[in-house]
């Protein structure tokens, strides 16, 4: 089934990357301040993330509105004005 030099080549990888592992600078997980042991560092990463997020959500939501308020607001001009000016004066 497997040869004596697959077994061969298998040991010596494992081994490679047992030494890569143990290298002080190798990390499995990136540096993010999210990931920090200091909580405060945690806590700024959330809310900045949480900020940016709201502020994406935001802009997205405004310029929604602003298209639906250009494309409607002559025609709710005109609704309106006719609706002042059958009021009845007193």
Do not use: K
């Not at 490679?16 to 993010?32: I, T």
């Not at 920090?36 to 405004?62: D, E, H, K």
């Not at 308020?69 to 000016?85: E, K, P, W």
Request: proline letters at 3%.
């Amino acid at each position: 089934m497997y040869t004596d030099q697959d077994i061969a080549n298998l040991v010596a990888r494992v081994q490679q990357l047992e030494q890569q592992a143990s290298l002080p600078g190798h990390r499995s997980l990136p540096d993010l301040g999210i990931l920090s042991r200091n909580f405060l560092t945690r806590a700024f990463s959330v809310w900045g993330l949480y900020f940016v997020a709201q502020l994406l959500i935001g802009i997205v939501i405004t310029c929604v509105t602003i298209a639906l308020g250009l494309a409607l607001g002559a025609s709710f001009t005109d609704v309106l004005n006719r609706i002042v000016n059958n009021l009845p004066m007193s």
